[in-house]
């Protein structure tokens, strides 16, 4: 198994996280023994702390660096199915308005829908349950669906249908959500004039600030950084993304420009709540009482050109935990970058093998199980089991040994396991995700073989 035993020297370890840094998401499941301190939450629940702030220099006006992400309210189930078979759900009514109500009391002013967040729900739920609020009191965001503009009265048609959805007169951040391709772009927003649309909107005030929600290349970005001038941009960052998918490349350009960023998928869908047990143990050893996602949402408001990081919070412990990172805001410190640096060297360390346990490469004609070897070697990888052959054959490393083997043997049966495999080659091609399975399964015979010599 390829070791990722990068060595980040200190300072390497600072640039990685981002050169001049000062310092919203999934639902994910907190992974701590506490929420938060008790001081905490104390000054969090009786209002002693005040939300950070961003100013958005156009405007002047001050928006929440915690922003409400629309798309993951709590739901429960109708007890319809739909044409593929599956449980249609509806949005709890009742719990989110608690959630909201609770967010807007501490503090969080900008709220995030979109046309196809709940199944369109979205923006009639987050417009009814801020009704109760003046307009000018929230920010709230909307996006245009790139994809269903197909005709060059679709945009008209589509931005009426998410006002009068929310019930709201204008938008005060209006974006072209989702783009991944300059030909898709192009199509949408140039041929069938978007684009133009949305910019007369804002000359008649129903649009504050126009921007767009970005998954695509470097290249895509220059074009459209250069095409026309925006107000802000959405990015997907956080500190896996920062290096992995780029981010960095995009939100220095935004920083260069001046145009203010929003950040999306700060927790990386979940997966940054929780890392493995080593990993979090270097977060913990600094900040005991906080919680793994705190790092997170630090780490993106730490950022001095994000106006907002947005959270999609489902549960009110979510929302709590967030807002005593956001309420006492403190960006990272070089300390704490130093151990997170250190954290995401040990959570990437060893990589999980992307098996989606499909079978296509099976029946091996070897007898080789080859979907539960990958199976057993990734529950190690979660469990921060794979013992490090490079490291001083010690205690921990015994712990891991034994966990390892224990887990490879128990997982996979006697005759299916790696060291029957002759790499004869037959399974690599019938991998739907690209695996190189041949020699994921030799790497993994050959760590199994050191462990027990
Ligand atoms: S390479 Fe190994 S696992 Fe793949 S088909 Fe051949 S023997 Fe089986
Ligand atoms: S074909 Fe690839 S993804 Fe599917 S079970 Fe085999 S290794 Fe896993």
């Known amino acids: ?166 019930g709201v007169e204008y938008f005060d951040y209006y974006l072209l959500h989702a783009l991944s391709s300059q030909e898709a772009y192009d199509k949408a927003y140039e041929e069938n004039k978007g684009y133009e649309y949305l910019l007369k909107e804002k000359e008649a005030g129903r649009i504050k600030r126009l921007g767009f929600s970005f998954h695509g290349d470097e290249a895509f970005f220059d074009y459209m950084l250069n095409k026309h001038e925006w107000d802000f941009v959405l990015l997907q960052i956080n500190y896996i993304d920062w290096k992995e998918q780029n981010a960095e490349y995009f939100y220095n350009e935004l920083e260069k420009r001046g145009i203010p960023c929003m950040i999306m998928e700060p ?65 990272l410190s070089e300390q704490e970058r130093e151990a997170l640096a250190k954290a995401i060297e040990e959570f990437n360390r060893f990589k999980q093998i992307g098996c989606t346990d499909c079978k296509y490469c099976m029946p091996c004609r070897f007898g080789v199980d080859i979907p539960a070897i990958f199976a057993a070697y990734n529950k190690c990888v979660k469990e921060s089991n794979i013992p490090d052959l490079s490291a001083p054959r010690d205690s921990k490393f015994d712990k891991k040994k034994k966990a390892f083997l224990a887990t490879y043997k128990n997982m996979v049966p006697e005759g299916a396991r790696a060291d029957k495999c002759i790499d004869c080659g037959r399974c690599k091609p019938m991998c739907p995700q690209k695996l190189d399975i041949p020699k994921l399964i030799t790497d993994i015979k050959k760590l199994v073989k050191e462990l027990e010599d």
Not at 70 to 76: I, K, L, Q, V, W
Not at 268 to 283: F, H, V, W
């Open 1 to 166: 198994m390829e070791q990722n035993n990068k060595n980040i020297s200190r300072r390497k370890a600072i640039k990685y996280l981002g050169l001049g840094v000062i310092a919203a998401a999934g639902g994910y499941t907190l992974a701590k023994s506490s929420l938060f301190g008790d001081k905490i939450k104390k000054e969090v629940e009786d209002g002693t702390l005040k939300m950070a702030t961003r100013t958005d220099k156009a405007t002047g006006k001050e928006v929440s660096l915690l922003g409400y992400g629309c798309m993951r309210f709590p739901t429960y189930d109708t007890g319809e199915k739909d044409q593929r078979g599956r449980a249609i759900k509806a949005i709890d009514m009742e719990q989110s308005q608690i959630l909201i109500d609770y967010a807007y009391a501490n503090g969080i002013n900008y709220y995030d829908t979109a046309y196809n967040y709940h199944g369109g729900k979205s923006g009639e739920a987050i417009g009814k349950f801020l009704s109760k609020y003046p307009r000018e009191s929230y920010f709230l965001a909307n996006k245009m669906p790139t994809w269903l503009i197909d005709s060059p009265d679709k945009p008209k048609q589509l931005f009426e249908e998410q006002l009068t959805k929310c």
């Open 267 to 331: 927790l990386k869908g979940g997966s940054l709540a929780n890392l493995t047990p080593d990993a979090n143990e270097i977060l913990k050893s600094v900040n005991p009482d906080d919680s793994i996602a705190s790092w997170a949402f630090r780490y993106a408001g730490s950022l001095p050109s994000v106006l907002t990081v947005l959270s999609g919070m489902t549960k009110m412990e979510h929302l709590k935990d967030n807002l005593s990172t956001f309420k006492n805001f403190k960006p």
